[in-house]
């Protein structure tokens, strides 16, 4: 098993954003989260992700068999887990390819190569996130993820304000971290947050969510919930109670 | 007696616009003499490693020559290259009969009772001039020392690169390390010809009780460029200067980068100030201050005299102690329509989002605070040799260290 979340409640501030949310992801297996803006796919995220913002009241989050629950977002990182954000903060002074070369200590140190996989080389020597587009930040980000080269991959909105050539890219390159040509041996999991669903024509998942204000309202075939938030929308898709 | 001394004697005690007021009274006058040495590896191995921590390469590689004052003593002084020269002050002052059009033109002697008392008890300092159209390779280091507790040492510098020259200058002041408290005055008068170029780079590594008071002074002819970055990384008591560069002649341009760091005690009142008098004339002033505790008035001001200037100002403060401050005082003063001068300030402490960010990388919660301080200092100081650059990272990465 990579992922376990158990009975987990968030709080931010003093409004609870998510509510008794459970769900496992097993090794090797593609999740996505539909929902709504606000429903709480991001807090959920964040959430595993440790930030402190994100205060947890209730349950608990298992990683490949450890609780980290309380765990520092440092060392969630260093078990395994790593996130692609939708709105990264800007670090002035720190160029890119100093990040992504000291996050590539131990894994041989491929920075220009990963880096013209993305078509990012140009943007290497700039300060991380600092006045790249929408789609460059995606790239930036998903730099960074080549680097750590983590098992537990959470993408919130890998394709926004991408354009249409570079979700092809993206999604080779995301469908690559998440070793979708091997099958059995596979040891990667995913957790992808999605609007346009466009991301699933790049690579397949094994299960989808959907979200409700800060409630976990139904799962199932991602394809298939999809199709039916498009045609009917998302209080038809919870409907279903599955 | 000469006008200069009158007025000097009027300004003795007259206290300067900004900063903490000292009492010159507790200063002492008169310093221990040191011995002269002709070759640089002569100097005494106690105080080799505070003048390298200041920049200095005392085997003298990679320099174009050296100057060194240890209190009020010229301790060494040797050029390696054609067309630059290097003198102690005096000497320069003997010389050439007084240095009449540079001495004591750009900075008033009556300004304050530091630059009154610079001219009235004068403890030498360097004289450095590059000919005209020489462009010299590598930096002249200069280094202003001091060993002598309780002393003031008051030196007056003058700077002079004539037209299509370039040279870069980087100096070290610097106290021995049992020193614990002085006073330094430096009052440096700068010109720069026509199509000359200076590079000025000063680091400062001061004892904890130090006072500093420099005083400088930049004249910037048609053509010229003045750069200056200046980096105190291990602060004084009271650092209070604010440079005054007038860009004089069409096209003249400047840069000033300042990084500096206060530590609990220290109360440091920096800034400069720059004159647009000419048209095409650029200014950029950029500040980047840290309190772990100490207290900053980091200041700028840009005048604009001519339509079509155009210049930017830029401070910004880290707070890393829940005690310190940091004000940041950035003024714009255009005198004529047409100026295009814009400023920015931010201070604040370091962003949790942004230590946050990193961790999920795998980064301890130390290790991204460092890398975002290091960012925050990490200036683009542009004309920088390579190997100054590299001096200059050297000793914030070094310095930077002790902040965490």
Redesign the interface.
Known sequence: MSLEINNLSVEVGDHEVLHDINMEIRTGETHVLFGKNGSGKTSLLMAI????RYRITKGSIVFKGTDITRL???E???LGI??S?QR??T????KTRD?VE??SRDNGGETESHAKSLNFSEFLDR?INHGLSGGEIKKSELL?LMA?NPDLILLDEPESGVDLENIALIGKVIKKLLQKNLRRLRTKSGLIITHTGLILNYLEADRGYLLLDGGMKCHGNPREMFNTICNLGYEECARCQR | MSKIKEKALGAAEKKAAYGPDLDLSSFKHKAGKHAYKADLAGIPEAEKAGMADAGMILSGEKRTGSYIQMDHSPVHCSVREEGVEILPTMEALKKYKGLKDYWWKAVDVGADKYTARTELDFHNGYFIRAAKGVKSLFPVQACLYLSEEDISQNVHNIVIVEENAELHIITGCTTAPHLERALHIGVSEFYIKRGATLTFTMIHNWGEEVAVRPRTAVWVEEGGTYLSNYVCMKPARSLQMAPAIRLMGEGAVTRLNTILVARKGSEMDVGGSVHLEAAGTRAEIISRTISTGGNIIARGLLVGYEPGVRAHLECNGLMLAESGNIRAIPELDGRVAGVEMSHEAAVGKISQEEIEYLMARGISEAEATALIVRGFLNVEMEGLPAELKQEIDRVIAESGKSLM
């Open positions: 992700m440790g930030f402190s520092p977002i440092n969630r990182a260093a790593g996130m954000f990264p903060p670090i002035r002074g720190l990040l000291l996050l300060e960074q750590q």
